[in-house]
């Protein structure tokens, strides 16, 4: 039986990963948070990883907070950059196969046409960088990984923007939302839905995909949305980035193409307001 190791186990990832662990029984799941494998601890690493000996890691650990990362630098680097190479190194040493999660925020945000995977990166802050170095170490020391950069992610699980907007919009009166970052959303779920149709498929093609669900739109109407499928009473105005700064500047424009995702693994891609509806249906029966 196939051993499949997933770090970060109890993010929005890593829980919507072990909601559908019961579908593939024919796997051996093996779910590590910070108490049983510390991504900062790169010593200690490698030797939990000889103990647990997975053929698959499916890396959704990371130093997520987009803010806190422009004062925590070092910690930053350690978990989206020195812990991946590690988990590359490891896995090219042990032939394992090695799924890592990165970001649209490698991007500066600067093009106007969904990116490709070959679209040049060029990261506008500490988070995007020490998660293109990781990338970067990703494929330089275990080529045959595969990389999937998502964006803007949200659950039932955790702290996310559909969480956060359908709290504040049953407490306020009005809120204002930034509508010029543009790009589109994605529901966990299917993010860990299209990571297991490449882990069940028979070819592995390493390299780097792409995946959000479907749709082009801003911050502003993605809580449109929110309010629309919540029925929430909420006067929601759009606003520019400008006139809500915060510590870490956020590409303007970062949809990404998902092409080669579909064409490669016939990954479907649903539509985002579906994808959101599913997940507040859940949220609202919680
Ligand atoms: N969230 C987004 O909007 C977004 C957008 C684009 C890409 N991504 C990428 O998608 C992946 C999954 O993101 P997510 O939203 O599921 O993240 P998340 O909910 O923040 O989960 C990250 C997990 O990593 C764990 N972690 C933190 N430090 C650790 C350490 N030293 N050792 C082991 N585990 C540690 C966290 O544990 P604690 O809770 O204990 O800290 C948490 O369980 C990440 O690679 C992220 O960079 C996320």
Not at 99 to 119: P, R
Request: charged share 20%; proline share 4%; with cysteine.
């Amino acid at each position: 039986m196939k051993k499949i190791l997933v770090t970060g186990a109890k993010g929005q990832l890593g829980s919507e990963l072990q909601v559908l662990a019961s579908n593939y029984p024919l796997f051996e799941w093996v779910f590590t948070d910070r108490g049983e494998l510390d991504l900062s601890d790169l010593v200690h690493l490698e030797t939990v990883l000889s103990k647990i000996d997975p053929q698959f890691i499916i890396n959704c650990a990371a130093q997520t907070a987009v803010d806190r990362a422009e004062t925590e630098v070092a910690l930053s680097d350690l978990l989206n950059h020195q812990a991946v190479a590690v988990l590359a190194q490891w896995t090219h040493a042990n032939d394992c196969k090695l799924i890592h999660v990165s970001t649209d925020y490698v991007f500066d945000g600067i093009a106007s046409n969904a990116l490709t995977e070959t679209a040049q990166p060029n990261p506008i802050n500490v988070y995007g960088v020490t998660k293109l170095a990781g990338e970067k170490a990703c494929l330089e020391l275990n080529p045959n990984s595969i990389i999937i950069r998502t964006s803007w992610v949200y659950s039932s699980f955790g702290n996310n923007f559909v969480k956060t907007m359908s709290r504040l919009m049953q407490e306020k009166e009005s809120l204002n939302v930034v509508n010029d970052q543009i790009g589109s959303p994605t529901y966990a779920a299917d993010l860990a839905q299209a990571i297991m149709t490449i882990v069940t498929n028979n070819t592995w093609q390493a390299g780097i995909y792409h995946f959000s669900n479907e749709g082009e739109i801003s911050w502003y109407e993605f809580a449109l949305a929110i309010q629309e499928i919540g029925k929430f009473d909420c006067a929601i105005s759009g606003i520019p980035s400008a006139a809500y700064p915060t510590p870490a500047k956020r590409p303007q424009y970062s949809l990404l193409d998902k092409s080669k995702i579909k064409q490669v693994y016939g990954v479907v891609v649903p539509d985002y307001k579906g994808s959101l509806r599913g997940c507040m249906k859940l949220l609202r029966s919680e």
